[in-house]
């Protein structure tokens, strides 16, 4: 099979604005705190041939972003409890994790929630001192008649939902409609799909922009071969945030996709343990649109 080497082609989308050389620049961590094993490639990949069915795990992260005085945590992970529930192997507590890079949960200033996802949005009790910033339609979406559905509200936890309720009356939730800025150099982006309010983070870093990109894309191939994971509400806005993101990014490398093993080998790891990445720093393995999935599918 020939595979054309260059970048795929999206629609629309602005270029970068490259940062000014005084702007604020952060140290950005991925810590893995679980994982799914069995999986197959046609669990990860709509339409994908069922005979073609690699194994393909499918690891969990919350992010750690750190500096200009502000420590700020990307999403909350699940409790060990919810992962034997729903059969998933738990690595690391993510206070733990956080704990290796001599982070307390007191020191968590504030919580990106992503999207209000089992494995994303468990844990918020952790963080009683943080401000949480989640977009105002996920929020309706995770308290709205579609959770009627089972099918809906299965990837949600009633218990994590309410502690989001919770923390809106102690005067903690800060709701973005769209686009906005957190912090200088930290930005969240409605980008919807994979669920009603998903929002992608942008970083400032010493190596130029990167997106924090969530469930806008499981794993890197989501977004190089323009496939998406096979859960999500509304296609074409998934679609459209694999457009965007692609559009924004300066390479494959300045994306860290939600959920994708890779992670952990494309970029340097902590000293401190062998879960957590520093994707701040310049990968160790070349991640390009320039490059086909056959050329890396073995890194
Ligand atoms: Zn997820």
Redo the contacts with the bound molecule.
């Keep these: 099979m020939v595979h054309e080497r260059r970048r795929p082609r999206f629609p629309g989308g602005p270029a970068m604005t490259p940062n000014a050389s005084d702007s604020p620049v952060y140290e950005v961590f991925a810590l893995r705190y679980a994982s799914h094993y069995g999986r197959r490639s046609a669990d990860n990949f709509l339409g994908e041939d069922p005979l073609h069915m690699p194994e393909m795990p499918l690891d969990f992260f919350v992010w750690l972003i750190r500096g200009q005085g502000r420590t700020v945590l990307v999403d909350t992970g699940f409790t060990p409890e919810t992962a034997v529930r729903r059969g998933r192997h738990y690595h690391s507590h993510p206070v733990d994790l956080l704990g290796r890079l001599g982070v307390n949960a007191n020191d968590i200033n504030d919580v990106i929630v992503t999207h209000m996802?089992y494995?994303?949005a468990g844990n918020l009790a952790e963080f009683p001192g943080a401000r949480i910033h989640m977009q105002t339609t996920e929020m309706q979406y995770c308290t709205g008649h579609s959770m009627r559905h089972p099918q809906l509200r299965k990837n949600y936890e009633a218990v994590d939902v309410a502690a989001a309720v919770q923390s809106l009356y102690e005067g903690r939730l800060h709701f973005v409609d769209g686009d906005a800025e957190i912090a200088p150099g930290i930005s969240v982006h409605l980008c919807g799909g994979h669920t009603k309010g998903l929002q992608f983070v942008t970083v400032a870093t010493a190596r130029g922009e990167i997106i924090l990109a969530s469930?806008a894309l499981h794993y890197y191939e989501n977004i190089r071969r323009n496939i998406p994971f096979p859960s999500f509400v509304d296609l074409g806005e998934y679609l459209d945030g694999l457009a965007r993101i692609a559009a924004r990014a300066k390479d494959l490398d300045r994306i860290i996709p939600?959920?994708d093993p890779l992670a952990l080998t494309a970029f340097p790891l902590s000293q401190f343990s062998s879960d957590i990445a520093m994707v701040h720093a310049n990968p160790v393995t070349r991640l390009s649109f320039e490059d086909s999935p056959a050329d890396t599918a073995d890194v």
Excluded: N, P
């Design positions: 996802h494995d994303h469930d939600g959920h």
